[in-house]
C-alpha cells in the first residue's frame, strides 16, 4: 500500500487521481464525518457518514486506523487495505499505520511551502477562513518530527503533478522490488 501524508493542499489528493489514472493504483476511499465540498461525490471521494456510525463502526473494530482532523472523523477500513492502494492520512493515522502494517506499507510525505499551499487553497475555492485555520493547524501537525516513520520526502515545489506522480510510482515500484527480494 502507498501511503502518503502532509498538509492540506500539498498535492495529495491530486498526485493520487494521477497515481490511479495512469499507474494503476486503486483509490482507497477511506470514511469521515466532515460535510461533503460542492465538488465531492459520496463513495467515490470519501464515504461520508455522521459521527454516530463513525462511532459506532469504531465500537466494532471496522477501521484500521482513525484520527481527528479539523473537528472532523477520519478512518480506513481494515476491509479496504490492499497493496494496488493508494492511501493520504494525516500524521496520526501515518502513525498508526506504520503500526499495524510496517514495511508492508511505503510511506511518502509531501512538502510544500504555506505560501504555495495557500494559493492551491484559495484557487479551489476553500474559504479563507477555513483557509487560515488550516494553515495553523498543518503548522503544527503535519511535521516530520511527528511521523514515527517516513521512507521517502518529496517536495511538491518543484515538479508539475505529473511529474511528481511518476517519480513516487517510480520509487514505489523500486521500493516493492526491494522488499520481495528479501
Not at 111 to 118: D, F, G, H, N, P
Request: proline residues 1%; without cysteine; glycine residues 6%.
Amino acid at each position: 500500500m502507498l501511503i502518503m501524508t502532509g498538509a492540506s493542499a500539498s498535492g495529495k489528493t491530486e498526485i493520487a487521481k494521477i497515481l490511479i489514472q495512469k499507474h494503476g493504483f486503486q483509490k482507497m476511499i477511506t470514511y469521515t464525518t466532515r460535510p461533503m465540498r460542492d465538488n465531492e461525490k459520496n463513495g467515490l471521494d470519501y464515504h461520508f457518514i455522521t459521527i454516530e456510525d463513525f462511532i459506532e463502526k469504531t465500537k466494532q473494530n471496522f477501521f484500521i486506523e482513525t484520527t481527528v482532523y479539523n473537528n472532523h472523523y477520519y478512518g480506513t477500513a481494515f476491509q479496504d487495505a490492499a497493496t494496488d492502494k493508494v492511501l493520504i492520512v494525516d500524521t496520526f493515522g501515518a502513525n498508526e499505520l506504520f503500526e499495524r502494517l510496517g514495511t508492508k506499507a511505503v510511506f511518502f510525505y509531501l512538502e510544500s511551502k504555506a505560501e504555495i499551499r495557500k494559493e492551491r487553497m484559495i484557487m479551489r475555492g476553500d474559504r479563507l477562513g477555513d483557509i487560515k485555520k488550516r494553515l495553523e493547524n498543518d503548522a503544527i501537525f503535519f511535521q516530520q518530527k511527528n511521523m514515527v516513520h517516513i521512507d521517502y520526502i518529496i517536495d511538491t515545489n518543484t515538479a508539475g503533478l505529473d511529474e511528481l506522480a511518476s517519480k513516487i510510482n517510480l520509487i514505489y515500484q523500486s521500493h516493492q522490488k526491494k522488499q520481495g527480494s528479501l
